[in-house]
């Protein structure tokens, strides 16, 4: 597997280029805004190296609690991307609940790292292998996995007050999986690439989470270009004119559908009063 420095810098560029043209092209701010927030996360993967193991190091703690509070937004920046995919208000109404929800859960779930701090708020877990939720662990640090690099973090128990690291799961896919039905398949391709992908390549609970980040550039541009695609062979001609602006010039989109409908002449080319 080539997870290492180079190939994360690598694909921080790559997102950071995708982000760039998405945002001189469509001048869109929530779908440019978010692959370069997932670039982010590619960025500071590639500056963990430089610490990496090093667990006493103040950069190693500053940058893992950075990852861990990437981790929290990351459902919130996922469906910012796919309610830019619709134009039904009532759609709309939905996305907009989903991301006031999702702003909450992924504060929530980072306020369990502080909790986990407090005297009493959780039990003492003394080694990585006793953990079975991704990322707790018993002490602050980004450290070597066996591909890749891995996050430990201490958390306050789950409890019906302290979420769970699967509140992270359900915001991330169950939104997609409700809102519509054309988003049922980003929901599958998303877990199928992401979590289970990364379960699949290391067993070690504390490395899926940075793989499956490793890969989420990918995932994200992936997601914008099939949408595109959909639209250019599926999409009827209102929805081709309302996704003009997010398609390959290649298509000859901006001559056939940017062009503003021409005012109509009134009778005899005169003005009614």
């Not at 420095?5 to 921080?12: C, I, L, T």
């Not at 909790?115 to 018993?138: C, F, K, V």
């Not at 199928?192 to 995932?219: D, K, M, N, V, Y």
Request: aromatic share 18%; with cysteine; proline share 5%.
């Amino acid at each position: 597997m080539c997870f290492d420095q180079k190939s994360s810098f690598g694909f921080a560029l790559f997102g950071l280029l995708v982000a760039a043209k998405l945002y001189h092209k469509t001048r869109d701010w929530a779908v440019a805004g978010s692959v370069f927030f997932f670039f982010t996360m590619e960025l500071l993967q590639g500056f963990q190296y430089f610490w990496i193991d090093d667990c006493d190091h103040p950069m190693n703690k500053i940058l893992t609690m950075l990852g861990l509070l990437h981790i929290c937004c990351q459902p919130f920046f996922t469906n910012l991307v796919n309610s830019r995919t619709t134009q039904s208000p009532r759609v709309k109404n939905y996305f907009t609940i989903i991301l006031r929800l999702c702003a909450v859960g992924g504060l929530w779930l980072f306020s369990r790292m502080v909790w986990g701090y407090i005297h009493g708020w959780s039990d003492p877990i003394t080694g990585r292998d006793q953990s079975t939720e991704w990322l707790r662990g018993a002490k602050l640090c980004t450290f070597s996995g066996r591909y890749h690099l891995a996050w430990e973090t201490p958390m306050a128990d789950a409890s019906y007050f302290v979420p769970g690291v699967a509140l992270h799961s359900f915001l991330m896919f169950a939104p997609l999986l409700c809102v519509k039905w054309s988003t049922v398949p980003v929901s599958v391709f998303l877990f199928l690439t992401g979590p289970a992908l990364a379960a699949w390549i290391t067993p070690g609970q504390h490395e899926q989470a940075s793989i499956w980040c490793f890969f989420s550039i990918a995932q994200i541009t992936i997601i914008v270009l099939g949408f595109c695609y959909r639209i250019h062979w599926f999409g009827d001609e209102k929805k081709k004119r309302q996704w003009a602006h997010w398609m390959p010039r290649r298509w000859n989109y901006p001559a056939k559908y940017l062009q503003k409908d021409a005012p109509k002449a009134s009778a005899g080319g005169k003005k009614k009063n």
